[in-house]
């Protein structure tokens, strides 16, 4: 079964340190999406992209956010300068489309910002 | 978004079938009205979906309402690896919908040996 590819499983940063957080889709699906969940909290919308470009973003999706598909194929999440806050757990998602379909969601990247 | 209302807890023996129950009242007809879950340490998995009527997966069963203001989802046979919080969430499917999925807390379920 096709599968939602997240790297890395874990990262630990410093405080102000730039973060890639990568994630490959499923390869036809169209519409990709950015979640967090901070420990023992919901899990939170952060980001809706399609036809390259973001369709909605979440209050949490502030300047320090960024989301790019670079190669047709990985969908990354850049944290500016990260803060202890954004220390959750980041999971990617796709979906072919908005229709009658179920999303597929990566095992999530673990980021500790210490 | 229409919100969803879940027991914070349930609790199955193992091999017995699991009702697990979602209240949603405000439910608009572009609404599907989907279930997912999330063991411990995973990100949520895709468990079954549905507009209208009853669904059969080879995870589930999603039994919904005939006024669709309320649904639930049915594990025939739980083991101890179903043992996870599931999330019944209504995901708007109108052109003007980005297509985001907004999490409630789940009903988070044991599952007894």
Redesign the interface.
């Known amino acids: 079964e096709p599968e939602v590819t997240q790297t890395p499983s874990h990262q630990v940063t410093q405080m102000g340190q730039e973060v890639i957080l990568r994630c490959v889709p499923i390869s036809n699906h169209l519409?990709f999406?950015w979640?967090r969940q901070i420990l023992g909290q919901?899990?939170?919308?952060l980001v809706?992209f399609?036809n390259n470009e973001i369709?909605?973003k979440s209050e949490i999706f502030d300047d320090q956010f960024s989301v790019e598909r670079p190669d047709g194929s990985n969908f990354t999440l850049k944290i500016r300068s990260t803060k202890l806050e954004d220390s959750a757990?980041y999971?990617c998602?796709s979906?072919w489309d908005?229709?009658?379909y179920?999303?597929?969601?990566?095992?999530?990247t673990r980021l500790t910002v210490v | 978004d229409a919100k969803t209302t879940q027991p914070n807890s349930m609790e199955s023996n193992e091999e017995e079938p699991v009702h697990l129950p979602c209240n949603h009242s405000t439910i608009s007809g572009t609404d599907y009205i989907h279930w997912y879950r999330q063991l411990p340490s995973q990100g949520p998995e895709y468990v079954i979906h549905g507009l209208t009527s009853n669904v059969n997966n080879r995870m589930a069963s999603l039994a919904i309402a005939e006024d669709r203001k309320s649904s639930t989802l049915i594990l025939h046979r739980a083991t101890l690896r179903d043992a996870a919080v599931y999330y019944c969430i209504l995901r708007d499917v109108s052109s003007s919908n980005t297509g985001k999925l907004i999490f409630g807390q789940g009903t988070t379920l044991q599952v007894k040996p």
């Open positions: 519409y999406y979640y919901k899990v939170e919308f809706s399609y369709s909605e757990m999971f998602a979906i908005r229709g009658d179920g999303y597929t969601f990566g095992s999530g």
